[in-house]
Nanobody, 126 residues
Framework: QVNLAESGGGLVQTGGSLRLSCAASRRSGASDSMAWFRQAPGKEREFVAAISYVGNTYHADSVKGRFTISRDNFQNTLYLQMNKLKPEDTAVYYC????????????????????WGQGTQVTVSS
């Protein structure tokens, strides 16, 4: 397992930007795929974005064109750049890691991830 720690959340106005970071305790490199999920109060955890160990990226339709996932394997850090934020983006954001390779869209399923961070709150005011 990998220890993950998110940071960068906060309060921002509609249309603003935030950059989330997720620091991994060891090198998440050749075999780890990573993702961002979010969970709003009273709702299930939902997929936001994922990046495979070879660098392929996937974004949920609700954030496509506004959010961008990236990773720096040398810094052991995963990022989520969030632009044009909306009130409906308000949630706790979690990063996750898995040693499994993605297949058939499996990246959207929380069950395939082995490690999770504690989450960081993002609040978008209207």
């Amino acid at each position: 397992q990998v220890n993950l720690a998110e940071s960068g959340g906060g309060l921002v106005q509609t249309g603003g930007s935030l950059r989330l970071s997720c620091a991994a305790s060891r090198r998440s490199g050749a075999s780890d795929s990573m993702a961002w999920f979010r969970q709003a109060p009273g709702k299930e955890r939902e997929f936001v974005a994922a990046i495979s160990y070879v660098g392929n990226t996937y974004h949920a339709d609700s954030v496509k064109g506004r959010f961008t996932i990236s990773r720096d394997n040398f810094q052991n850090t995963l990022y989520l750049q969030m632009n044009k934020l909306k009130p409906e983006d308000t949630a706790v954001y979690y990063c996750a890691s898995t040693a499994r390779a993605y297949s058939n869209g499996s990246y959207v399923r929380p069950q395939i991830y082995d490690s999770w961070g504690q989450g960081t709150q993002v609040t978008v005011s209207s």
